[in-house]
């Protein structure tokens, strides 16, 4: 199972840093608005669904997956585009509300009768 954490993990990372950086660094223009369009209303949202049917099959091993992915696009929004930025904030949050709400839904799916 921890193999399991590391993995996500490390996938969050990317998704949740590598990608804003990319968006904020190599697109330019039109481009880099649409990309972050597509990460912040698309990507992220379906990733966070995604971790939260994850950690819902383990909760006791995985339930914190959903907090760090929210944490780590809060570092990753304040690094590539505004530090400090209320908004990001509310985006994190959602994200964060997204993943729990799906967890606990999954894990009340695979509870075994």
């Avoid at 990507?43 to 971790?51: A, G, K, Q, T």
């Avoid at 959602?94 to 993943?99: D, V």
């Amino acid at each position: 199972m921890k193999r399991k954490f590391l993995y996500w993990t490390a996938v969050s990372i990317i998704v949740m840093l590598i990608l804003p950086y990319f968006a904020a660094n190599f697109v330019k223009g039109d481009a880099a608005m649409a990309g972050c369009f597509l990460l912040f209303y698309a990507v992220n949202p379906i990733y966070s669904v995604v971790l939260g049917m994850l950690a819902g099959k383990a909760i006791k091993q995985l339930w914190s997956l959903p907090v760090i992915s929210a944490i780590l696009f809060l570092l990753g929004a304040w690094m590539f585009f505004d530090p400090g930025e209320a908004v990001f904030m509310m985006f994190a949050g959602i994200y964060l509300t997204i993943g729990v709400a799906v967890m606990l839904l999954s894990t009340f799916f695979h509870k075994k009768p």
